[in-house]
């Protein structure tokens, strides 16, 4: 593994994640894997994305970016 560090001026959504998810469970790491299926490319377009969303079990996509919660129908 690599340790990183992320600073709220350089990375304002997941510093308040990572800081969101200690106050939760008393534990300030989070592990950041790659966004892809087994034996898929990584996901780097919002098409990659739709993709990986209609394949997969994932239930909910959250966009930071632009505050978006994207919900799988069942």
Do not use: C, W
Request: aromatic share 8%; proline share 4%.
């Amino acid at each position: 593994s690599r340790i990183q560090t992320v600073a709220k001026k350089d990375n304002m959504h997941y510093y308040n994640l990572l800081k969101s998810f200690e106050k939760l469970t008393e534990i300030p790491v989070l592990l950041n894997t790659s966004l892809n299926l087994p034996g898929e490319v990584l996901v780097e377009t919002m098409l990659d994305l739709k993709e990986l969303f209609d394949n997969s079990k994932l239930n909910y996509i959250y966009l930071p970016e632009v505050n978006k919660l994207i919900k799988k129908n069942k």
